[in-house]
């Protein structure tokens, strides 16, 4: 499973890159807005310096809502760099705007996925990843990663080659959850990645190495 971080700050992503498990990075405009980014020349900037910053695929979200719009704006953004990948959310202009890009060789992340017929639309349409939003639907006391195995199933059945990119992460646990589930990717804040990290037991191991260690040799 690839590991992608899931925000727009520059130094989170600096620190997850350092890390040597990192494969990209996906953004989304409420992430830019977090960050303060604003202006079409700004916004440009920002993925240009996340593109340089990672080696992997950079998800860059449209504004539009209509098929022309998120054509053009998708063009805008691919130009930036050939690790851009375009963000196109679940909606009909959406569906049609994967299509284009798909058949125009336009890398893209399908987003706000919260149904497994919403997983075969963005199969259809060609699109690179499909984003299924699991913390916003545990949020809802539904299974998010529910639908994660059952979009696996059915992609495995059909043999659609777009990658399940399970977003919305809150936690360590999200993260080994859809990797058993069978998701390609997972898009995570740095804090759940550092999360896998941590055991007790491993930190009391290594103190009673190092005492052990101490004791003979000082
Ligand atoms: O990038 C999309 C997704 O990961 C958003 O997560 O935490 O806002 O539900 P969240």
Known sequence: MKFFVDTANLSQIKEAND???????TTNPSLMAKEGIKG???IMAHYKAICDLVD?????????T???GMISEGKELAKIDDKIVV??????????ALKWFSSNGIKTNCTLIFSAGQAI?????GATYMSPFIGRIDDMSWDGMELIGQIAHIYGTQGYETEILA???RNPLHIVKAAEMGADVCTCPLSSILGLLYHPLTDIGLANFLADHEKVNR
């Open 40 to 42: 079409r020349d700004n």
């Open 19 to 25: 890390l040597g498990v990192l494969d990209g990075v």
């Open 66 to 68: 209509d098929f022309n």
């Open 121 to 125: 639309l963005a199969a259809k349409a």
């Open 167 to 169: 977003a919305s992460i």
């Open 56 to 64: 992997g695929d950079i998800s860059a979200e449209v504004i539009a």
């Open 87 to 96: 963000k196109v959310p679940m909606i009909k202009d959406g569906v049609m």
